[in-house]
């Protein structure tokens, strides 16, 4: 094996490393964040934060966090396809 090879399978390797590192922080900011929207009395404009309100902020999250989602399923496509090769 070259050693042209071995960078190659090292790239790839932290590539996967990079993908379930942010993977992680994502779920950890997804997480802190639902616990805040749904810990809060009020939010920044002063407006009281009954229950519906938070559900409508936490569907926000959860449309942001698909998208996200979406990326993250890109990105592991690639680098599947990536070790294929």
Do not use: C
């Not at 379930?20 to 639902?34: D, E, M, N, R």
């Not at 449309?63 to 890109?74: D, E, K, N």
């Not at 690639?78 to 090769?85: L, P």
């Amino acid at each position: 094996m070259t050693s042209d090879n071995i960078y190659k399978i090292e790239g790839r390797q932290i590539e996967m490393k990079a993908l379930k590192i942010s993977s992680v922080i994502w779920h950890i900011l997804f997480i802190l964040l639902a616990i805040f929207i749904m810990m809060r009395h009020v939010d920044g404009a002063g407006v009281v934060q009954t229950m519906p309100i938070k559900l409508i902020n936490l569907a926000v999250l959860a449309v942001f966090a698909l998208i996200v989602l979406v990326g993250h399923l890109i990105w592991l496509l690639i680098v599947r396809k990536r070790q294929n090769i």
